[in-house]
């Protein structure tokens, strides 16, 4: 019989912690549940990741997200390291604070 029961904190370890090294860190700021669309600032360094949900499993504002590289574009999966889950995405953008409500389509 497989274990299929992972605590979220092993999930997150393993994650953030895994083969390729430590994980960049953005935090949900923005979110427009109509259209999916999300911005998180990445590493508190003033650029926001815009990206659609592809997952049932919807982050909030103040949520803690982690990747290997947010500058990536296109089909990712990001872990929530605040609810302990992975998320599918669509990453759309990388912006400056001023672009981030059009870019939300807000």
Known sequence: MQDTYRPKYILIKQFLFGNSGVKMKAI????NSVRGMYAAEID???EFVIFELLDSSEPEIGDAISHPDFYSMGGETYINMTQGCEIDVVVENICGASQVRQQCFL
């Open 28 to 31: 949900v700021k923005v979110i």
């Open 44 to 46: 508190s360094g003033g």
